[in-house]
């Protein structure tokens, strides 16, 4: 299947695809396994040349989540929005962006298929990505299949247009919501053309647990509440981890699969602007409720606050049905600066803090990597502080060749 996926994403590669198509005009095609994959053409302007598989409604959705992105979104946030897209991707990189083991994959097909890989961006990359993890090989044979019927069907997709103008093959520029794609299914060796309607987008469903220990939401409710508000928010955690352990117990530096980004609770209270202990959980939708539980222990030895105040869906959900078994009120407020100044220091001080100077260097790395997979569009709409620190870096000769041309040509 690998060598597949190399033949096809060579010949992909020669179409210049993405000179004739930008990320957003995306089209459809039926995949072996029954599901709709919507294909995006990345590389309009150059620097990340890919094709990303987006499969079904969820792949989808994780797309048009980019576009919710906006200069207004602090750090933290962003980096949750980058971590979060559900997608197989084709890209093109050069050597010193692989690991160990997809250089010696291409030296293995270069050398059977007489193939020599020169010039810029000359590699083929096979990546899954996943929500709430590191962007990661790909492995699965069932995915890199899927991958395959993608780069193929994009070269017809090629073909069609040296011929037929992609308005008349149904391509629509804009934010892809509310309109048609062209849609493509494999009919023996042959490819049935016809448009689609883009499905509406999910609604995210939030796990809202309760406190199942009935002494402790006793005790929290008789408590006094005095008129002291604190700010919440479930923020992902900057830092990818793996709890992989080697033979001898210690986690592996090179593990199998993706690390993942946990998630905690961040807690502040608003007139002291103490920040609250709680836990941090690897998985948000399965171990929701560990956070609500630090929460409760929390306010026993803290108080209890007569108001909580959120931002956003997600937390407001985690905590109404606790705040009514307790008798506090959760408040939704757009704007609340202090949450915006901790979760700064929070993304700068935890990297900082948690990790050794190896496994800091390692993650910037990590950074540095995912920052160059993404498209323009998508880091256009990074903080200016985040831009403006990548500036300073870019000044100071700390970021590679690559990505500081890279910084210069978007963020100068």
Not at 173 to 201: C, M, Q
Not at 220 to 227: G, I, R
Request: charged share 30%; with cysteine.
């Amino acid at each position: 299947m690998t060598e597949k996926l190399y033949d096809t994403a060579l010949q992909y590669k020669k179409t210049k695809l993405w000179k004739q198509l930008v990320d957003t005009e995306l089209f459809a095609l039926k995949l072996s396994n029954g599901e709709i994959g919507y294909c995006s053409v990345m590389g309009e302007l150059g620097e990340h040349v890919a094709l990303g598989l987006y499969i079904g409604s969820g792949g989808l959705d994780s797309y048009r989540k980019l576009f919710h992105a906006n200069e207004e979104c602090n750090g933290i946030a962003q980096h949750e929005m980058m971590m979060s897209q559900n997608c197989l991707q084709c890209s093109f990189e050069n050597k010193d962006e692989l690991c160990p083991v997809e250089i010696e994959e291409a030296k293995k097909y270069a050398k059977t298929h007489g193939v020599t890989f020169r010039g810029k961006r000359a590699f083929p990359q096979f990546m899954r990505y996943e929500p709430a993890r590191y962007p990661w090989r790909l492995k699965d044979d069932a995915e890199k299949q899927l991958l395959y019927e993608a780069l193929s069907a994009a070269l017809e997709v090629s073909e069609r247009l040296r011929t037929t103008g992609k308005e008349s093959l149904g391509f629509q520029e804009g934010i892809p919501y509310d309109h048609k794609v062209p849609f493509l299914e494999r009919i023996n060796d042959r490819y049935r053309w016809s448009t689609i309607e883009l499905p509406a987008e999910q609604e995210r469903k939030y796990p809202s647990p309760v406190v199942s220990d009935e002494l402790l939401v006793a005790k929290l409710k008789k408590k006094k509440k005095p008129a002291m508000v604190w700010v919440c928010e479930v923020v992902m955690v900057p830092v990818p981890t793996s709890n992989e352990v080697a033979a001898d117990g210690k986690i592996v530096t090179d593990p199998e699969n993706a690390p993942l980004f946990p998630y905690t609770l961040l807690i502040v209270d608003s007139k002291s602007e103490k920040i609250i202990s709680n836990e941090i959980v690897a998985d948000y939708d399965r171990d929701a409720e560990k956070l609500l539980i630090a929460l409760a222990r929390s306010m026993v030895n803290d108080g209890v606050p007569s108001e909580i105040r959120v931002r956003d869906k997600r937390t407001e959900i985690l905590l109404g049905q606790f705040a009514g078994q307790i008798g506090t009120k959760v408040k939704l407020h757009e704007d609340l600066p202090l949450l915006d100044e901790i979760e700064e220091d929070f993304m700068n001080q935890f990297c900082h803090d948690s990790c050794s100077d190896d496994q800091a260097e390692k993650e910037m790395e990590l950074f540095l990597e995912t920052f160059m997979q993404l498209d323009d569009k998508t880091l256009m709409s990074m903080p200016r502080d985040l831009q403006m620190q990548m500036l300073e870096w870019e000044r100071q000769g700390d970021l590679p060749g690559p990505v500081s041309a890279r910084v210069r040509r978007l963020f100068r």
